[in-house]
């Protein structure tokens, strides 16, 4: 089982950027499919990003064209390089991992606070 430490989560202004990272302990090529999720309160925790092995990515649709989640292997590190922040975007974020063998891991999330 692989372990997740995100980070990044910080408060910024509308239309501002963040880049998440999260890090991966064990072997990340262990690993079929990493994604972004994030839960904001009183909401269901919902799907963001995801990047396969072999580097196929898909977002959400209320994120397309501001949101990129990108993996260098040789750091063990997933990103996701959030851009035109808005309101709507403030959540937890967290990490999660799904192995070829079928397990999951999941990182303590990250605070995104997007406001003026």
């Known amino acids: 089982q692989v372990q997740l430490v995100e980070s990044g989560g910080a408060l910024v202004q509308p239309g501002g950027s963040l880049r998440l990272s999260c890090a991966v302990s064990?072997?990340?090529?262990?690993?079929?499919?990493m994604g972004w999720h994030r839960q904001a309160p009183g909401k269901q925790r919902e799907l963001v990003a995801v990047?396969?092995?072999?580097?196929?990515?898909n977002y959400v649709d209320s994120v397309k064209g501001r949101f990129t989640i990108s993996r260098d292997n040789a750091k063990k590190t997933v990103y996701l390089q959030m851009n035109s922040l808005k309101p709507d975007d403030t959540a937890v974020y967290y990490c999660?991992?799904?192995?070829?063998?079928?397990?999951?891991?999941w990182g303590q999330g990250t605070q995104v606070t997007v406001s003026s």
């Open positions: 064990g072997s990340i090529f262990s690993i079929n499919v």
């Open positions: 990047i396969t092995s072999d580097d196929i990515t």
């Open positions: 999660n991992a799904i192995q070829k063998w079928g397990g999951s891991s």
